[in-house]
């Protein structure tokens, strides 16, 4: 997590040699080399000496418990051709790091860093350097807060190097010396005072946010957006207000999620890699803009999300943001701290914070209205099945009903309607699907699925009612849409399904994709009959006003009304481009090795 971090001076001189020590000591275990030897014959002096020079910059992070010190990140200049620094102009500054004993692995250079990077930018360097072994664990961090390696030196270290015009600083607290305020240092965010709207669920991440928030000494507002989740709204409020939440808002937006977000992408049959019926990727552009209504309504200059760093939400929620409200500033606390799971589990511990995870049931869930979605723990190894407890809307297909049960499904204009020729609301008729397919054990999906951000990732979804309807939607169409509709509307699918899990719901493609799906709509109605069983759901009859299915001219009875003799010379002029071109080079068998 980010720790409160303030500017070093000459005066932190001595806890800047202790933290140089503690980074040549990096290695786990052992005896440690006593401090004249690791200077001897080294460059070590150099990363200090005379310090305290103009362009001299020290970041130290403190404990925000007691206010000690635990770790320190500085960057100084060395003249051009210095040793073992030949390449280096004289205004390239180089970096070093140390944290103390105890608090690696917690984030805390994580913190250092970000604030650095954004100091060193703000006062005009191009770029900043550091020397690292290739096998010290910090070589990790560095990679990721934009380092790359320039080359390996004779010694064995990694010189790294970090372009600022492409590596941004993250935001991180600095507390001054003289006062428990918050301030602007390097050009880092500061969120003394500022109000803070938090998309909440009431689940690990965001529990943990709003009391990180609070410490950071924001006023944090919690917005639970029901989806269809199904906790109780009045407990979801107490757990934010208990946690430190200056304010909770509980609002009701089930109708508004399946009208305007799930009914567009039925229509679009929208399946991301084929398979993902984009429940939570449709959810997130909702809340980012009932995030920025309720920002207006406190008068909040900043919104914030529980998403990691690894994940596709965080993408979600800041580009519909700058979308819809370019001023307001996003926070991120659980993909800038870089804390992991088990830490999240241990601060949440400490303070007092109520959570539905234990390492007992390590998994992170993700639900509403029209699925669930389950990650972590064990799940993360691809070749693990999930157990029973994984599963909530689901029954075990073994464990299903041993007779089949029917359901038909009715649409108008593309959207279903009518559940066993019972005329429901949208919402009504996603939550009894999901009862009844859910039964029949219908509707689980494992999959390895392609992040946004690079990297593949083991997903286990639950989402019974989604996947029937789809599934029905897509039947009907074969019923009253032409081949050649059917065809690119394939293609447009794909692209819907990829704009919405890339977060990118308010775009114009996404606009115009809307207009060209809704105008093939317009004869998508029927009815479809599917049977259920022990896991499988099957199309067995569907129904359609404006079919284009005529079974006088697909019947294989002599009182058919196709013309079967138009067929020879349609399959002329059909065969004509191939005739042509046979005729030219000799066809296939002039080709082929037996004929040579």
């Known amino acids: 997590m980010p720790w409160p971090v303030r500017p070093g001076g000459p005066e932190d001189l001595p806890f800047l040699w202790e933290m140089l020590y503690e980074a040549a000591c990096w290695r786990p275990g052992g005896p440690r080399p006593p401090w004249d030897e690791l200077l001897a014959g080294s460059r070590l002096p150099r990363y200090l000496e005379d310090w305290g020079r103009a362009d001299d910059t020290a970041v130290i992070a403190v404990d925000s418990a007691d206010g000690h010190n635990i770790g320190a990140v500085w960057y100084r200049l060395f003249p051009a051709n210095a040793p073992g620094y030949g390449f280096v102009d004289a205004s390239t500054p180089e970096v070093a790091i140390g944290v103390a004993p105890g608090w690696r692995g917690r984030g805390v250079g994580g ?27 910090a070589a990790r961090l560095y990679e990721r807060k934009g380092f790359v390696g320039l080359f390996v030196d004779e010694e064995g270290s990694r010189t790294m190097r970090a372009e600022l015009s492409t590596v941004g600083a993250r935001p991180g607290a600095v507390q001054t010396n003289d006062a428990q305020s ?9 969120l003394n005072g500022q109000k803070v709207v938090l998309a909440y669920s009431g689940g690990l991440d965001t529990s943990v946010c709003v009391k990180w928030l609070e410490q950071q000494g924001a006023e944090p507002y919690a917005l639970y957006l029901d989806l269809g989740q199904g906790e109780p709204a009045d407990d979801v409020k107490a757990k934010a207000l208990k ?64 998403s990691t760093g690894k994940g596709n939400d965080q993408v979600r929620f800041d580009v519909t943001t700058a979308s819809i409200a370019p001023d307001l500033t996003v926070v991120a606390p659980v993909r800038d701290w870089n804390m992991s799971r088990p830490e999240e589990m241990a601060y949440a511990e400490e303070h007092g914070i109520p959570v ?22 064990p799940l993360e190894d691809p070749d693990h099945e999930p157990t029973e407890d994984v599963f909530a809307l689901t029954a075990a297909p073994e464990e299903a009903p041993d007779e089949p049960e029917y359901v038909e499904v009715g649409f108008s204009e593309g959207l279903p309607v009518s559940l066993n020729d019972v005329g429901l609301p949208l919402v009504e008729l996603v939550v009894e699907l999901n009862r009844i397919v859910g039964a029949h054990g219908v509707g689980r999906i494992d999959m390895i699925e392609d992040r946004l951000v690079g990297i593949k990732s083991r997903e286990i979804y639950e989402c019974p009612a989604a996947l029937t309807i789809i599934q029905a939607h897509k039947e009907l169409e074969t019923m009253t849409l032409t081949k050649d509709v059917l065809r690119f509307k394939a293609t447009v699918e794909q692209r819907y399904a990829e704009l919405t899990y890339d977060g990118l719901w308010f775009t114009p493609l996404k606009s115009a994709l809307d207009a060209f799906v809704a105008e093939t709509q317009k004869a998508v109605t029927g009815s479809v009959r599917l049977k259920l069983y022990k896991g499988s759901s099957t199309i067995v009859g569907r129904t359609a006003p404006k079919g284009l299915y005529s079974k006088d001219l697909a019947t294989y009875d002599p009182n058919s009304t196709f013309d079967e003799a138009a067929a020879a010379g349609f399959i002329a002029l059909w065969g004509l481009p191939a005739r042509q071109w046979a005729g030219v080079h000799g066809g296939i068998e002039q080709e082929s090795p037996a004929a040579k």
Request: glycine share 10%.
């Open 182 to 190: 918050w301030k602007t240092f390097g050009g880092t965010m500061t």
């Open 111 to 137: 913190t250092l860093l970000d604030t650095l990077l954004g100091a060193a930018k703000s006062r005009g360097f191009d770029a900043l350097i550091l020397s690292v072994e290739p096998t010290n664990p």
């Open 356 to 377: 539905p995870v234990s390492r007992k049931s390590p998994y992170s869930v993700d639900e509403n209205l029209f699925g669930r979605s389950i990650e972590a723990g």
């Open 243 to 306: 946690i430190g939440a200056a304010d909770a808002f509980v609002r009701d937006a089930r109708a508004e999620f399946v009208e305007e977000y799930v009914a567009p992408a039925i229509k679009a049959n929208a399946l991301y890699g084929g398979k993902y019926p984009l429940f939570t990727a449709l959810g997130r552009p909702l809340i980012a803009k009932k995030l920025v209504e309720v920002a207006r309504e406190v008068g909040a200059s900043h919104i914030a999300h529980g």
